[in-house]
């Protein structure tokens, strides 16, 4: 059964970075994809960036130059590597994964594409 854990939230002023990791469990036999959401209140959730099994990476406009997608193979862990953060950027964020994908650059699936989700990591960013 495919498991997420997420960590690395946290609150960050204006301008400053963090990094989300997203460790993965149960999907070795196959290729992945894994996609980053984030939902503040009041908003719809939406997608930021998304990863592959092979390294193909996409992103959101709103993030694109200032957010970075990566994975650590070896220890079954992605990575969202969050700097220039904004007010804006202030959500909960969540990884997900779908098994037997690859990443279109340019374009990310949307939330119904993935099949599980881990728990969420508040990011607050001030001004």
């Known amino acids: 059964q495919v498991q997420l854990v997420e960590s690395g939230g946290g609150s960050v002023q204006a301008g400053g970075s963090l990094r989300l990791s997203c460790a993965a469990s149960?999907?070795?036999?196959?290729?992945?994809?894994v996609g980053w959401f984030r939902q503040a209140p009041g908003k719809e959730r939406e997608g930021v960036a998304a990863?592959?099994?092979?390294?193909?990476?996409s992103y959101a406009d709103s993030v694109k130059g200032r957010f970075t997608a990566s994975k650590d193979k070896a220890k079954n862990t992605l990575y969202l590597q969050m700097n220039s953060l904004k007010p804006e950027d202030t959500a909960m964020y969540y990884c997900?994964?779908?098994?037997?994908?690859?990443?279109?650059?340019?374009?990310?699936?949307?939330?119904?594409?993935?099949?599980?989700w881990g728990q969420g990591t508040q990011v607050t960013v001030s001004s």
């Open positions: 997900a994964l779908r098994l037997s994908c690859a990443v279109v650059p340019g374009l990310i699936p949307p939330s119904s594409f993935f099949g599980s």
């Open positions: 149960g999907y070795t036999y196959r290729t992945y994809c």
């Open positions: 990863i592959d099994s092979y390294g193909s990476t």
